[in-house]
């Protein structure tokens, strides 16, 4: 009797035995889901988004000035008394300023342009560089001045120059400064809306080219 429960025993043993290690050992295509997985989190796109605050502090002064004339009474000069008030008041304000980015994975942040070769966008690509090329181009405009300005004051104040040069370089000095903060480059060149939307298209496409759920994320 017992020799019988130990031949069932052994029997039920080796049949389940390759099942279970079955179960374990994943097949080539879960391998394959799970590589597309991890490649798909690694390249995904996303925005993300930040918020700043900023404190400001504004300061203003008002000064009045009034001048009052009265006619000589015991001479034949007249009188005058000038009264000077001066007030000042100053505001404090906090801004909060939104700022988003583009990830690849969650960890590489794209600049516009690189973003845009991503997605193939090469029109707006084009847009982009040749804005960026104009500013670049108003910015070293810009430094020429800042430069020129420098010399004229630094050197002209060291020869002795007349004040027309010196007054010259900081007059190119600060233009110089004026059209570098004018040709500042933005933070982007593209909207978030655009960026949102070409985002979603981009990740569909990789989903389907993997041959991953749509819901998958």
């Known amino acids: 009797m017992h020799m019988k429960k130990l031949i069932v025993t052994l029997l039920l043993l080796s049949f389940l035995a390759p099942l279970s ?3 374990e050992v994943p097949t080539p295509q ?3 889901e799970y590589v597309n997985k991890l490649f798909y989190r690694h390249n995904k796109l996303e925005i993300v988004t930040k918020k700043r605050l900023i404190d400001e ?3 203003y002064n008002y000064t009045d000035i009034d001048t009052f004339v009265y006619p000589g009474v015991n001479t034949y000069w007249p009188s005058s008394s000038t ?3 001066s007030q000042s008041s100053s505001r404090f304000e906090t801004k909060e ?3 988003w980015y583009i990830y690849m994975g ?3 942040e794209l600049s516009d342009s690189e973003f845009l070769k991503l997605v193939g966008d090469d029109r707006e690509l084009k847009r982009i560089t040749e804005l960026e090329n104009q500013k670049a181009g108003m910015r070293a405009f810009g430094n020429l001045g800042i430069g020129l300005g420098l010399i004229a004051m630094v050197g002209g104040a060291a020869v002795s120059a007349s004040q027309g040069v010196i007054t010259g370089g900081a007059v190119a000095l600060t233009l110089g400064f004026v059209i570098n903060s004018f040709n500042a480059s933005p933070q982007h060149y593209i909207s978030s809306v655009y960026a949102s939307n070409k985002i979603d298209e981009y990740n569909l496409a990789l989903k389907q080219k993997l041959n991953l759920p749509l819901s998958y994320e």
Do not use: P
């Open 57 to 59: 502090k504004q300061r």
């Open 106 to 108: 969650g960890i590489s």
């Open 21 to 23: 290690f079955a179960q």
């Open 83 to 85: 009264t000077v008030t």
């Open 30 to 32: 879960s391998e394959q």
């Open 97 to 99: 300023i939104n700022e």
